[in-house]
Nanobody, 122 residues
Framework: QVQLVESGGGLVQAGRSLRLSCTGSGRTFSSYSIGWFRQAPGKEREFVAVISLSGGTTLYADSVKGRFTISRDNPKKTVYLQMNSLKPEDTGVYYC???????????????WGQGTQVTVSS
């Protein structure tokens, strides 16, 4: 089992950057792929990015490809989401989740953090 806590959200202007962190507890953190998802009001939770156990495989949603970078530091039990060139449509609650592989479907993930709000103003 693993517990996840997100941090780093906030209010930023379009074009600026933010870095989100997802910190895990428990000895099994490095046994999970970690995904980032986001959810805007009235919309379904959507895939943003995922990184495999070792960090050797990363996948991105088309909407963030080239702007967002996911990385992980297993000794620190932390996964990062560097978000550059932010757009108003990136606004939402961002969640990290732990799963058995680098899935794109949020229903395949076992453990979730509580989320962190990201608001991008135009």
């Amino acid at each position: 089992q693993v517990q996840l806590v997100e941090s780093g959200g906030g209010l930023v202007q379009a074009g600026r950057s933010l870095r989100l962190s997802c910190t895990g507890s428990g000895r099994t953190f490095s046994s999970y792929s970690i995904g980032w998802f986001r959810q805007a009001p009235g919309k379904e939770r959507e895939f943003v990015a995922v990184i495999s156990l070792s960090g050797g495989t990363t996948l991105y949603a088309d909407s963030v490809k080239g702007r967002f970078t996911i990385s992980r530091d297993n000794p620190k039990k932390t996964v990062y989401l560097q978000m550059n060139s932010l757009k108003p449509e990136d606004t939402g609650v961002y969640y990290c989740a732990a799963g058995g592989s680098y899935y794109r479907d949020y229903r395949d993930y076992d453990y979730w953090g509580q989320g962190t709000q990201v608001t991008v103003s135009s």
